[in-house]
């Protein structure tokens, strides 16, 4: 792991400002079906909806308990990854639900310079998330793809509102906040060593690409 870079839990006070752990909900139904999800080796694969899941009572309960009943999907991002390499925000809610036990890399937009959408990355914060732990991250966290726990690979059911991160209409153009949305209800500033800028994402990560090994 980077060298500077503190692990902290879930269950501590610093993970307050970012979201919170949902306790009292039964996972079970829903992470079993998650462990027969696809698990890459090398690389991560992110699916936005599956419809196995989303035929589980624990897709009602969620909708109706932690998003109001608004229409929401429930996919999952599988696989190993040991890099920060961008930053996202919605405007709303993530539910993650780690199968495995997970690193969440973590800010605030609150942190993003308002002018230049720049983002220093010596800010983050890292939260391993054991495995069977349900949390919320809130509209004002930055994240992204979860990170490897010694290089094992995980499996995280992600619950968002739905047509979150599918494909724009139409591709944003403009100045100001407009260029870092990078898919439906996704804000993205990502770190110029990803190769995101390649697919048209905001480079505005500055600071070390954080890796955990």
Not at 16 to 38: I, K, N
Not at 92 to 99: R, T
Request: aromatic residues 8%.
């Amino acid at each position: 792991m980077s060298e500077k870079l503190k692990i902290h839990s879930v269950r501590d006070a610093e993970f307050r400002r970012y979201g919170r752990v949902v306790r009292d909900f039964d996972c079970t139904q829903l992470l079993e079906l998650l462990g027969r999800t696809p698990l890459p080796q090398e690389g991560t694969v992110y699916v936005a909806s599956d419809e196995a899941l989303e035929k589980l009572d624990a897709f009602k309960q969620i909708q109706s308990l932690e998003f109001g009943g608004i229409p929401i999907q429930i996919g999952y991002c599988n696989g190993i990854n040991h890099r920060l390499n961008a930053l996202e925000y919605h405007r709303s809610s993530e539910v993650n639900i780690a199968a495995d036990d997970l690193i969440l890399l973590l800010g605030l937009e609150q942190d993003v310079d308002p002018e230049t959408h720049r983002y220093d990355t010596s800010l983050v914060q890292a939260f391993l998330v054991p495995a069977g732990t349900m949390v919320e991250l809130y509209a004002t966290t930055l994240h992204y793809a979860p990170c490897s726990v010694n290089g094992r690979p995980f499996r995280n059911a992600i619950v968002l509102p739905r047509g979150t991160n599918l494909p724009l209409r139409s591709p944003a153009e403009g100045k100001g906040e407009i260029r870092l949305l990078f898919a439906a209800n996704k804000w993205l500033i990502a770190h110029p060593d990803s190769g995101l800028g390649a697919d048209g994402a905001f480079c505005g990560l500055e600071g070390e690409n954080i890796e955990v090994n």
